[in-house]
């Protein structure tokens, strides 16, 4: 379960987009709030059940749904088109496997070299959006299925 500090923190991220605090979705936002965690719905009710908690399915689809229209969680598409999900705060790029479907989390403090913010503010300029944020995956082959 998380610490005082975290459950504080969940419960502030919540009710900064008008949701209000509830343990199931305390629960996911704490499940997907780490690297290199992109479950699908199943994936993550199986986490959560491993844990401890008594948590159905169709809560986990209903929460994972308001929680992405209210932007605390990503949704995406991995390259065998599975639908997974993604609450790591920290800026990151994903490496998308397109053999084995594996997605990890590259941070950018770990890339200087790309500095997408310019490239935002660019785009922002010439084309009049507010532009809100970036998302960047990188496909290839895992070291595993270079094997």
């Not at 991220?13 to 199931?24: F, S």
Request: aromatic share 8%; proline share 6%.
């Amino acid at each position: 379960m998380p610490r005082t500090k975290e459950k504080e923190n969940y419960r502030t991220r919540l009710r900064a987009v008008g949701l209000r605090h509830t343990l199931p979705r305390e629960r996911i936002l704490s499940y997907l709030d780490r690297k290199n965690v992109h479950p699908t719905p199943e994936e993550l009710y199986q986490g959560l059940k491993k844990r401890g908690y008594d948590i159905g399915l169709s809560t986990v689809y209903l929460n994972l749904h308001v929680l992405r229209e209210h932007g605390l969680i990503y949704e995406f598409k991995d390259p065998k088109g599975t639908t997974r999900y993604d609450g790591y705060r920290e800026p990151h790029v994903h490496l998308a496997c397109t053999a084995c479907g594996k997605v990890e989390d590259l941070l950018l403090k770990n890339l200087p070299e790309l500095d997408l913010e310019p490239a935002l503010k660019a785009a922002a300029e010439r084309t009049g959006w507010a532009l809100e944020g970036f998302r960047l995956e990188f496909r290839g082959k895992c070291p595993s299925c270079q094997e």
